[in-house]
């Protein structure tokens, strides 16, 4: 079973809402990771959790907030957002933060109003 | 910074035509490098990677990367593309517990 899973597929919100991304995998991988994707452009890293740590933050912004409830869940916290942030979240997991593939969930498309 | 460049940006073929997708990278030491591919409104999926050996790769669908240090370069090819085939393709290295993509080249593929 190589699947990341991620709810909800789809999300709008407002600039005052508090919402939340979820991302799960069942493969024993012990290092999940948070990208942004914007439309026509690659996927750029947000955060790396090792062994349920916070590793790297690449000076995402505070109003993106990060946690990692056990090795098997990875949520991404979303509170005050701006329009600009709407994109699509795709989450990911490898064995480990070495060289390891990364295995990418479906992703969540965010519109933010 | 270690970067990756894809110069073909949008690749237009027929069905049963060759392909070729060139990608370089930056960093001179020890690279490990991957091609994803992202179906339309798929998400996306390893294609192959090297770590280290033959320089030739195989992975999935019948495409094949090479590997060539003197040109930094691991080109991504299959002999003979199919509709099927249209998607985003971005070559990707790792470096320092991160995955550095290109920045993706279109493939249209039309019957």
């Known amino acids: 079973d190589t699947e990341v899973t991620q709810t909800p597929k789809h999300l709008v919100m407002g600039m005052t809402n508090k919402k939340s991304l979820k991302c799960e995998q069942h493969m024993g991988h012990r290092a999940m990771y948070w990208y942004k994707q914007k439309a026509k452009k690659p996927p750029e890293l947000m955060f790396v959790?090792?062994?349920?740590?916070?590793?790297i933050n690449e000076s995402v912004p505070s109003r993106f907030s990060p946690e990692c409830p056990n090795s098997s869940l990875l949520n991404l916290h979303l509170h005050a957002l701006q329009p600009e942030d709407s994109a699509l979240y795709l989450c990911a997991s490898s064995q480990d933060r070495g060289p390891a593939p990364q295995y990418f969930g479906p992703g969540t498309r965010l519109l933010v109003l | 910074a270690q970067s990756v460049s894809q110069h073909n940006h949008h690749v237009i073929l027929s069905e049963a035509a060759s392909l070729e997708l060139g990608c370089n990278y930056s960093?001179?030491?020890?690279?490990?490098l991957f091609w994803y591919v992202q179906y339309p409104g798929q998400h996306l999926q390893l294609l192959l990677k090297?770590?280290?050996?033959?320089?030739l790769v195989k992975g999935i669908k019948g495409f094949e990367a090479e590997f060539i240090k003197s040109k930094f370069s691991f080109n991504l090819r299959k002999p003979s593309v199919q509709w099927s085939d249209t998607a985003e393709y971005f070559c990707?290295?790792?470096?320092?517990?991160?995955?550095?993509f290109g920045t993706g080249t279109r493939l249209q593929v039309f019957p």
């Open positions: 959790y090792s062994y349920e740590k916070l590793s």
């Open positions: 990707a290295v790792h470096n320092t517990d991160k995955l550095i």
């Open positions: 960093y001179g030491g020890t690279v490990n």
């Open positions: 090297y770590f280290s050996g033959d320089p």
